[in-house]
């Protein structure tokens, strides 16, 4: 077994400060026993943070940390998306009236109780990747992702696609995201990829979120929209009221807002 000092040295080049690990992750990637791992707590060197989630040093946790052992320590399929994934490509200035940081999280894996738990300014909002795709296949989803960097470069985090983003805000229209904020997202959207767009539409399986996708492109007039075929994009059948009391789209065949339909 390696002595204490061994240890430490093994600790810090596995577990940069800050970042955090579960038990199951230290005995299969540390080679450590319950009993190491009782005692490295015991000797500060390790944090219990949670039931068999622990991290190294005296750093504050940050929210990209949580998202970085979903992803790459628990390997779930939980990607950084919607509002959030956009943000993170400066294509959203919006400043919410909450206190709380907002984090959009995209996937079907088991959710971690203790997610919920470490840092009291940050709400995770968790969505189903089948609201969007329900019949993508991972290796395909992951096709439409990009990754970010964190923590001075170090790290990495795997988030949506701002085109993939933009249609998974539309899932938030109106009810956690107004038609207001959502324009002003739009506005900026000028350099989004057509095919990419074409493929992911296709895909797509909600009706909402595609109307209202191609409502919002075609009111900002984006030069990407024309290339985009519509034809093959199965947009169903029927009026669909998205906006209480609005007035009917008659080309979506959606309701919004009078002042945005009007605008």
Request: aromatic letters at 8%.
């Amino acid at each position: 077994m390696a002595g204490n000092p061994d240890r430490r040295r093994l600790l810090e080049n596995l577990i940069p400060e800050g970042s955090i690990v579960t038990r199951q992750w230290l005995m299969e990637k540390a080679s450590l026993s319950k009993h190491a791992i009782d005692n490295l707590v015991k000797s500060h060197q390790l944090r219990l943070l949670s039931k068999g989630v622990y991290t190294r040093g005296s750093i504050r946790l940050s929210w990209q940390s949580i998202v970085s052992t979903l992803q790459s320590v628990m390997d779930t399929d939980y990607l950084v998306g919607g509002l959030t994934a956009l943000e993170l490509k400066g294509f959203s200035h919006y400043i919410p009236g909450s206190r709380k940081t907002i984090i959009h999280l995209y996937g079907n894996d088991k959710w971690p109780i203790w997610v919920d738990e470490l840092i009291s300014e940050v709400t995770f909002v968790r969505h189903r990747r089948s609201e969007l795709f329900a019949t993508m296949d991972p290796a395909i989803s992951r096709q439409y992702t990009l990754q970010v960097p964190w923590g001075g470069g170090t790290h990495a985090l795997n988030i949506s696609q701002p085109e993939r983003a933009c249609l998974e805000v539309m899932t938030d229209v109106p009810n956690q995201i107004s038609f207001e904020h959502a324009e002003q997202l739009f506005q900026g959207m000028t350099t989004l990829s057509p095919r990419t767009l074409q493929r992911l539409l296709e895909d797509c399986t909600s009706i909402k979120a595609k109307r209202l996708f191609l409502w919002f492109a075609t009111r900002n007039t984006h030069s990407w929209l024309a290339k985009i075929d519509q034809e093959r994009i199965d947009l169903g059948s029927g009026n669909r009221v998205i906006a209480e009391s609005g007035e009917l789209d008659k080309v979506y065949q959606i309701t919004v807002p009078r002042q945005s339909q009007n605008g």
